[in-house]
Nanobody
Framework: QVNLVESGGGSVQSGGSLRLSCVVS????????MAWFRQAPGNEREAVAV???????NYADSVKGRFIISKDNAKNTLYLQMNGLKPEDSARYYC???????????????????????WGQGTQVTASS
């Protein structure tokens, strides 16, 4: 079965940067949809960024221009480069995986789809002012 392990979280000052990694182990087919979600205490889990098999990506409005999602298929690793971190970005970040292409809305990978087949355990990100 597919397992996901996140790393790279930590504490930074407002305006700082972090890069999260998610290593995918187990069988993965040629098609996949992967995403980063986050959940702060008292809030619902929300999608931050999603990337399709062909590399097309979509971002939540709150992170556009600051976060970049990417993947290295040779290393079976998903990344989230986070720049210009704000206190409101503080949350536990999770990677998610589906063994098929992303659900598309208006031609872009969906940010509202949440029924991913596999989830990681998460990594904590804290940005302080």
């Amino acid at each position: 079965q597919v397992n996901l392990v996140e790393s790279g979280g930590g504490s930074v000052q407002s305006g700082g940067s972090l890069r999260l990694s998610c290593v995918v182990s187990g069988y993965t087919g040629s098609s996949s949809c992967m995403a980063w979600f986050r959940q702060a205490p008292g809030n619902e889990r929300e999608a931050v960024a999603v990337i399709d098999s062909d590399g097309s990506a979509n971002y939540a409005d709150s992170v556009k221009g600051r976060f970049i999602i990417s993947k290295d298929n040779a290393k079976n690793t998903l990344y989230l480069q986070m720049n210009g971190l704000k206190p409101e970005d503080s949350a536990r970040y999770y990677c998610a995986y589906d063994p098929w292409g992303c659900t598309l809305i208006n031609g872009s990978p969906s940010l509202v789809y949440v029924a991913y087949a596999r989830w990681g355990q998460g990594t904590q990100v804290t940005a302080s002012s």
